[in-house]
């Protein structure tokens, strides 16, 4: 439960909505019992009037007032019902988006160094499917719960006025129904339901590897292969979520039974009271309608205890990632970024959480201020583990990286971003326009500063022919465009930030010779008061910088 408790904190902002919508809930629910119990007190009294009338006394009978009641109670029934949902599924949405919000600011100190191991399907669907399934802990148990406890109490101090056996009885079988029956197919569901939350975020993960590699699936004849076994995996999970449905469908049942002993029960107990002078007929009548609305508080418990299950696992993932821990420590105090922007490492060395030898051993290096390096090296030797070093994705297990001769563990880590323009193979574009994937580099960008960085690119011909220009769809990945024209929107993104240390990690990676070279040459006038620090297998680049140096297995040297 201490899962569960934990996401009960964050509701605590939106405390005025939820508990708006529960005691809408409640209202509600109250309402509808007051109406049938009074409905059929009316009903009973109206008949036992017109019998004593017929019989040739008349009685005194409130016509007026009790239809008067029973008409308010309809139409707060129906304008409560309407509130409740409304407010209800409002305040659902709101503490969804607020959990949303706290989730990505919990990525945030984990990226790329954590989440880089995580598959990206998993994460997404802890995101989207795992968040989602939070709704059912208000929705379908907080506040059902909460109107439960109540009903059941204000419906048996009710009955107490009139009969307290009754009211002991029908007090009794309603918390067996509210807490008995839901405990016990809570017992039962409960592997059932965790097993689904793991099967679903499989399943998903699946379809997303099949869709991002439908292209290769296809060429190697392996689609039909993946989409048996996709198949095989959603058979296992409809199956289980087949026999939890048996589950839920019991204990409707039972619950229905339970209501209906209670209500036989109660009818005898009632037709004694009665017949010993202690209840009158319409309060007999009371009596039994009474009890046949009060179930309605307690008919949807057992299958939202169900759910408890499937949450708490939906909670417990979410929690999962939100408290891994950061692969680097944030200072108590921060210095200011400095004005200069020498970069030293001093014997920095580096190994992976999850593997026992080094990647970097015993590396040093210095960098002055538009100094500009290549780094070479086979796969795997170490060269962009030592290009996340300088930019502080990770702190080194020994040693020190230094700027302007201060620590950077020194400085605020999102600051620190400030001073490096990144360019990679893996430059993301986004499922936007071209001006909004520049204006990512610089939010209040003017026009005048995007053409410039469009110019130097070399994008502006390709932009000048494209119908609407800057508002061009690029495309979820930059699908819409070619590897060479996203190479260059990138390009131009680095421009617009105009940071002073220039990482380039692959840079033109899968371009062909004649783009290779123009990005280069644009490349080489944007740099030439910045220091550079480059990663490459190719030699194309290698005139852009003035020193190369060559990685292997984790040692660095010069060449």
């Known amino acids: ?83 409740e949902r409304l407010v209800t599924h409002e305040a659902t949405f709101r503490v969804l988006a607020g959990i949303r919000s706290w989730f990505f600011q919990q990525l945030i100190p984990l990226v790329p160094g954590r989440l880089s191991a995580m598959r990206s399907g998993d994460l997404l669907s802890r995101m989207t499917a795992d968040i989602d399934a939070l709704d059912a802990l208000y929705l379908r148990l907080l506040a059902p719960a909460i109107v439960a406890v109540i009903g059941v109490t204000a419906v048996t101090v009710f009955l107490a006025f009139y ?98 002993i209670t209500l036989l029960t109660a009818l005898v107990l009632a037709a004694v009271s009665f017949k010993e002078g202690l209840l009158s007929g319409s309060d007999l009548a009371l009596v039994i309608f009474c009890v046949i609305a009060a179930f309605e508080l307690v008919t949807p418990l057992p299958q939202a205890l169900q759910m408890l299950a499937k949450t708490q696992k939906s909670a417990r993932r979410i929690r999962q990632v939100t408290e891994m821990s950061s692969t680097i420590t944030r200072p108590t105090q921060t210095l200011a970024l400095p004005d200069t922007y020498d970069l030293q490492l001093n014997d920095v060395s580096f190994r992976y959480p999850d593997q026992q030898e ?62 490096f323009g990144v360019l990679s193979q893996r430059s993301q574009l986004f499922a936007a326009t071209i001006k909004e994937n520049l204006l990512i580099a610089k939010p209040n960008a003017s026009a005048t500063e995007l053409d410039i960085a469009v110019k130097a690119a070399g994008l502006e011909n390709f932009i000048g022919y494209l119908p609407e220009g800057f508002d061009t769809w690029v495309g979820e990945s930059g699908a819409k465009v070619s590897g060479g024209e996203a190479r260059r929107i990138a390009l131009a993104r680095l421009y617009l930030k105009n940071a002073p240390i220039l990482i380039l990690d692959e840079p033109t990676e899968g371009l062909d010779g004649e783009t290779e070279r123009d990005v280069f040459k644009a490349l080489a006038d944007f740099a030439r008061d910045k220091t550079v620090v480059m990663v490459t297998h190719r030699e194309a680049g290698l005139g852009l910088v003035d020193v190369v140096y060559r990685m292997e297995r984790g040692v660095l040297r010069e060449l």
């Not at 392996?222 to 996709?230: E, H, M, N, T, V």
């Open 1 to 83: 439960m201490k899962d569960l408790w934990f996401f009960l904190k964050l509701f605590k902002p939106h405390s005025i909505w939820l508990s708006g919508g529960i005691s809408l809930s409640l209202l509600t629910a109250l309402a509808s019992i007051a109406l049938l119990t009074l409905s059929g007190w009316f009903i009973s009294s109206s008949a036992i009037a017109g019998l004593v009338a017929i019989g040739g006394n008349t009685l005194a009978f409130n016509f007026m007032l009790p239809a008067a009641q029973i008409r308010a109670l309809a139409l707060i029934r129906t304008l409560g019902r309407y509130g």
């Open 163 to 260: 009969s307290p056996v009754v009211s002991l009885t029908t007090g009794l079988m309603l918390i067996i129904a509210s807490v008995w029956t839901p405990w016990v197919f809570n017992r039962l569901g409960r592997d059932g339901a965790e097993k689904i939350v793991v099967l679903a975020a499989n399943f998903r993960i699946r379809q997303l590897d099949m869709m991002q590699g439908l292209e290769d699936l296809i060429a190697n004849q392996a689609y039909g292969r993946f989409s048996d076994k996709l198949g095989q995996f959603s058979d296992v999970m409809i199956n289980t979520q087949r026999r939890n449905n048996c589950l839920s469908a019991i204990s409707s049942a039972l619950t229905l039974l339970l209501s209906q």
């Open 358 to 419: 080094r990647v970097l051993k015993n590396i040093n290096l210095n960098i002055p201020q538009g100094g500009k390096i290549a780094i070479t090296g086979p796969s795997g030797s170490g060269k962009t583990t030592l290009l996340q070093l300088l930019m502080r994705y990770f702190d080194p297990e020994q040693g020190s990286v230094l700027l302007a001769g201060q620590n950077i563990r020194q400085f605020d880590a999102d600051e620190l971003m400030s001073c």
